[in-house]
Antibody, heavy 116, light 108 residues
Framework: EVQLVQSGAEVKKPGESLRISCKGS????????ITWVRQMPGKGLEWMGR????????NYSPSFQGHVTFSADKSVSTVYLQWSSLKDSDTAMYYC?????????WGQGTLVTVSS | EVVLTQSPGTLSLSPGERATLSCRAS???????LAWIQQRAGQSPRLLIY???TRATGIPDRFSGSGSGTDFTLTISRLEPEDFAVYYC?????????FGGGTKVEIK
């Protein structure tokens, strides 16, 4: 069974750093890109970008370029989403999803709350 | 950036009725590279349709997708209780990939 399991909810202060994770199982992890999707409270889905776990190639949406960083460790079938300095506006649910174009398997989401 | 406009914003229907959801793109989506995604309240989204009309694994045949170019449609032939949810379209033809704003299908 294909699964993407994300790390747990986080509560942070503005300016703090954070890394959340997404671990894949049930398939060959390096055969599929992983896409990150943001959903702000009560809002729709936003495409953040994607990473190829086989070589850590990345594509970032211009809306997120420079503010987040994707990385991968294929030895543990895990990709990461990282912020060096969080803002209040980063409060959202973040999903990792398998796929480069259309995306099929979704993680359960990681809720990130940024508040002073 | 391709802007996807979904209509209506909210669709109020009864179980057993037919639902027709629209997704209009600001420029042509070549290759019919468009997907439909369902999100039930409090749950992660799930893929329904890709390549405009191909149902994803395990998706019932009451869900169908159609369209090309700039106009796409998701049809639910007979609404089941579990179909009341928010539906998003997503284009993966051009970078950056984008989602529509969503259509909420609610119980009338």
């Amino acid at each position: 069974e294909v699964q993407l399991v994300q790390s747990g909810a986080e509560v942070k202060k503005p300016g703090e750093s954070l890394r959340i994770s997404c671990k894949g199982s049930g398939y060959t992890f390096t055969n599929n890109w992983i896409t990150w999707v943001r959903q702000m409270p009560g809002k729709g889905l936003e495409w953040m970008g994607r990473i190829d776990p086989s070589d850590s190639s990345t594509n970032y949406s211009p809306s997120f370029q420079g503010h987040v960083t994707f990385s991968a460790d294929k030895s543990v079938s895990t990709v990461y989403l990282q912020w060096s300095s969080l803002k209040d506006s980063d409060t959202a649910m973040y999903y990792c999803v398998r796929g480069r174009g259309w995306v099929d398997y979704w993680g359960q989401g990681t809720l990130v709350t940024v508040s002073s | 950036e391709v802007v996807l406009t979904q209509s209506p914003g909210t669709l109020s229907l009864s179980p057993g009725e037919r639902a027709t959801l629209s997704c209009r793109a600001s420029q042509s989506v070549t290759g019919r590279y468009l997907a439909w995604i369902q999100q039930r309240a409090g749950q992660s989204p799930r893929l329904l349709i890709y390549d405009a009309s191909t149902r994803a694994t395990g998706i019932p045949d009451r869900f169908s997708g159609s369209g090309s170019g700039t106009d796409f449609t998701l049809t639910i032939s007979r609404l089941e209780p579990e179909d009341f949810a928010v539906y998003y379209c997503q284009q993966y033809d051009s970078f950056p990939l984008t989602f529509g704003g969503g259509t909420k299908v609610e119980i009338k």
